[in-house]
Nanobody, 124 residues
């Protein structure tokens, strides 16, 4: 069982940066694949980034590639998402997600555990 508690987010001007964090409980965090997703009003939840349990492999949505970095610290049970050059199109509720399976997965259905969500607002 894993519980995910998110922090970070908020309001930022276009071109600015934000860092989202996700603290996980449970001794097996280091063996879980992790990901970030986002959901804007009226839209489906979409993939942002994913990271292998080892941290050695990552995957990014084309829309954020080059602007976003996903990272994890297995010793601290923490997942982070550094977002730079933010655009109003990036505004959404962001969710961290975890699953006990291996590999990188970009579909929400590939994750069993979810954080509570955090709002990111980007002003133009």
């Amino acid at each position: 069982q894993v519980q995910l508690v998110q922090s970070g987010g908020g309001l930022v001007q276009a071109g600015g940066s934000l860092r989202l964090s996700c603290a996980a409980s449970g001794r097996t965090f280091s063996s879980y694949r992790m990901g970030w997703f986002r959901q804007a009003p009226g839209k489906e939840r979409e993939f942002v980034a994913a990271i292998h349990w080892s941290g050695r492999s990552t995957s990014y949505a084309d829309s954020v590639k080059g602007r976003v970095t996903i990272s994890r610290d297995n010793a601290k049970n923490t997942l982070c998402l550094q977002m730079n050059s933010l655009d109003p199109e990036d505004a959404a509720v962001y969710y961290c997600a975890a699953d006990a399976s291996a590999g990188l997965v970009t579909s929400p259905s590939g994750y069993h555990y979810w954080g509570q969500g955090t709002q990111v607002t980007v002003s133009s």
